[in-house]
């Protein structure tokens, strides 16, 4: 069955012709699916209507990606990623479609700074990042306080 919100693409096409046919702009459909040129390959699968919730989007894989990597990227942990897209195991497909947690999930955690604690270091544990973890407590900077209670993705 294939699904709706994603296209393969067929010989002739162009980012230019998909994007028109799904109303978005070619920006759009480039971030849409992280892609980094102009080029496209017959049976690519393309991400093509934004999301409607926050409960989740979901995501082509690329040459290179890793459910750790990816994990890290959306702010959400590798076992959400497995549970949800019910994977066995951590090997990825270029071209398979992964639904990613929202991070505007109310699925969070709270964490109390302890001595020695850094955002970088925390991102790190909690498969996260510090761009999220800054997002999520409306930090403007990396400085953490002793006992300071943190808001992070679970």
Known sequence: MQDSNV????????????????N??????K????LTSNTLAVGQK??????KNNETNTYVVQKGDTLYGLANKFGVSVDSLKSLNNLTSNNLSIGQVLKIPGSDSSATITYTVKKGDTLYG?????????DEIKRLN???TNTLSLNQKLILPA
Do not use: H, M, Q, W
């Open 122 to 130: 925390i991102a790190r544990t909690y498969n996260t990042t510090v």
């Open 31 to 34: 971030r849409l699916n992280n």
């Open 46 to 51: 393309l991400i093509v209507t934004e999301s």
């Open 138 to 140: 409306n930090l403007t």
């Open 24 to 29: 978005l702009s070619v920006d759009d459909l």
């Open 7 to 22: 296209y393969i693409v067929k010989s002739g096409d162009t980012l230019y012709g998909i994007a028109k046919k799904y």
